[in-house]
């Protein structure tokens, strides 16, 4: 099993509807993000749309933040929320499934509805530096 322990960068995101189509990718055309995993199993997350303006049309700019205990079993990926800027995740856990696309780490979670659709989600992360004790 990979070790997910480490600081890592949002490089790249994608998503496609039930049938395959895709859709517009998650926090924009030029997502930013960072990801770190602790040996003392403690995470934190955020990620934005790092856009300086949104193009005409679009009214949602994605923001995401949050950090707790985690459990790792090298496919699964559980993390406890004990802080969030979403306060309805503060207590849930926060479920994500995981495999490697080389050196990247991928990230995806069940279907969710996203404006009017359900959308599947792929998050990669690239490893940048190692997570301090």
């Known amino acids: 099993m990979k070790s997910i322990v480490g600081t890592w960068r949002l490089c790249k995101t994608a ?4 049938a395959g ?3 517009h ?3 924009g055309d030029k997502p930013r993000g960072l990801l770190v995993f602790y ?3 403690r995470m934190m997350s955020v990620l934005c749309d790092g856009r300086g303006a949104l193009p005409e049309g679009e009214t949602v700019r994605e923001y995401n933040s949050y950090c707790g205990n985690y459990d790792y079993d090298g496919k699964t990926l559980v993390t406890h929320v004990d802080a ?4 309805k995740r503060v207590g849930g856990d926060q479920t994500r499934f995981t ?3 080389g050196e ?3 990230l995806t979670q069940k279907p969710r509805l996203w404006q009017g659709v359900m959308q599947h989600r792929e998050l990669y992360w690239e490893r940048i530096a190692d997570a301090a004790i």
Do not use: E, G, N, R
């Open 15 to 18: 998503a496609h509807d039930d």
């Open 21 to 23: 189509k895709p859709m």
């Open 25 to 27: 990718p998650p926090y």
């Open 39 to 41: 040996p003392d199993k």
């Open 84 to 87: 969030s800027a979403d306060p």
């Open 99 to 101: 495999h490697f696309d």
């Open 104 to 106: 990247l780490l991928v």
